[in-house]
């Protein structure tokens, strides 16, 4: 593997963490100690507005409500090392189960959240019990897309966005035999590749012409389909779905919309996710593609906020109302909310990141581009394997000399200086293309 500063050096590994601001005042904490902030949505970024809120020296009353009944977790494992057999069940946790008690952070799972009256500041649950808020922080994440097609009850046909999911696909995985993955998108390739680890004969039936088409366009795309092929994968491209044909309740196979019909022990079905926007919805909250909210993450509810895949925020560098389905805006989304609620924030403008490892493929990704948005992408390194190993290049996307997004692939501790030149791109400035394609120029010198 090349060393950073073959091909530009940097700072920073996978993720950044939110910045640390002063803690409160104590006549502040002392002002704000008999307040009620409820958090709906034990997730990451719940977990984390919670921790936020303890250390900035908040007193008062803090209340996590999770539908699952398991602790607050992070979800990529569950499509990477976990779904390998890498990492312990217990790996992802975002706390111990001690540590709520010892930071007074009421942890109520299994526990739906029914309703919320913005009238009387009233969140109604179940089993029932409700609850007064002074501040509410909506948290709900995401559900996963389902299909609506025969045979889509039958046994083996597994989605993959809870912790119990993923046992389940890990155990039909483990057992080998024919898998088809409906979906070309991260979580589907994530699970191929898994799937490949296990030894399993693995088709991937995508209805677009190439995987990650619309996230990263034809150029990079053609990188990922190339490296499944590589490893044994067969893709459908341009293939509609018929139906999952059954025997004794047990999918066998994968019916598509030409008749062909592919074998199937397993079929993993990624196709997207959708904001768990409900909630917010007839609380009479603004939604649009989910809860809309403010720089601050403020939504229209002067005492609520929103925060993770849910809330669509205005981002003041993109300058756009923006949805960020990925770890880091979870990770920084709810420490950010969490300040917004005490007063001590600032507006949330992180570049977008996320990452993924597919075989020995890693990546991370920061910026932002909207499908065509971009003139062209330079490569810096060759994205082609030689030999068969592993490529290693960054990928930039370009539009009018101006960095939008950043790829680094089996490159590391470049992560910040990539999202220097994005931050940069998005503020007017531009770089030279052949400079920015040269491994001899430091990406810290391409905005000297």
Known sequence: MLPASALGEGAGGRGSQPPV????????SVRMTDDVFVIIGASLAGAKAAETLRAEGFAGRVVLIGEESELPYER???SKGYLLGNDPRSGGRVHEFGWYAEHDVELRLGTVAEEIDTA???VTLHPADSLHYDKLLLATGSRVRTLAIPGSDLAGVHYLRTLDQADALQAGLRGGGNVVVVGAGWIGLETAAAARHYGCSVTIVEMDTLPLRRVLGDEVAAIYRDLHIAHGVDFRFGAGLGEFQGKDGQVTGVLLADGTVLPADVVAVGVGIR????????AGLRVDDGIVADAALRTSDEH?????DVVSWFHPLLNTQIRVEHWANALNGGPAAARSMLGTGEDYA???YFFSDQYDLGMEYAGWVTPGGYDRVVFRGDPVAAGGAAPEFIAFWVAGGRVLAGMNANIWDVADRIQNLVRAGYTGRSVDPAALADPAVPLGQLLA
């Open 21 to 28: 601001v002063s803690p409160l005042t104590a006549e502040d």
């Open 350 to 352: 992180p570049v977008p």
């Open 304 to 308: 609520i906020w929103a925060c993770g």
């Open 275 to 282: 904001p768990a926007v409900e909630l917010a919805e007839s």
């Open 120 to 122: 009387r500041r009233l």
């Open 76 to 78: 990529p494992p569950l």
